[in-house]
């Protein structure tokens, strides 16, 4: 079992930047890779940052050159920080990982870019 406590969220304004925290507990040794999810209203959950066990990351073009997935592992968290915000990353953003015993969500946190 894997737990995750997402924070940072928040309300910024278009052009902003901001961060997400993912405090990750439980079985870790057992996580192949990490990433964030976001689910904007009315719209399907959307891949926006990977991060394997080996270090490789991974993003959308939507997202390539503004958002930057990194972990701390002294202190178990996976971090999103999201610079250059537009409008269109307003959304709940789910941070997941993934073991050989299944995919595992946070609650999410809800991110606002306002123009």
């Known amino acids: 079992q894997v737990q995750l406590v997402e924070s940072g969220g928040g309300f910024v304004q278009a052009g902003g930047p901001l961060g997400l925290s993912c405090a990750v507990s439980g079985s870790i040794f057992s996580i192949n890779s990490m990433g964030w999810y976001r689910q904007a209203p009315g719209k399907q959950r959307e891949l926006v940052a990977t991060?394997?066990?080996?270090?490789?990351?991974d993003y959308p073009d939507s997202v390539k050159g503004r958002f930057t997935i990194s972990r701390d592992n002294a202190k178990n968290t996976v971090h999103l920080q999201m610079n250059g915000l537009k409008p269109e990353d307003t959304g709940v953003y789910y941070c997941?990982?993934?073991?050989?015993?299944?995919?595992?969500w946070g609650q999410g946190t809800q991110v606002i870019v306002s123009s």
């Open positions: 997941t990982v993934q073991s050989p015993f299944g995919t595992y």
């Open positions: 991060l394997t066990r080996q270090g490789s990351t």
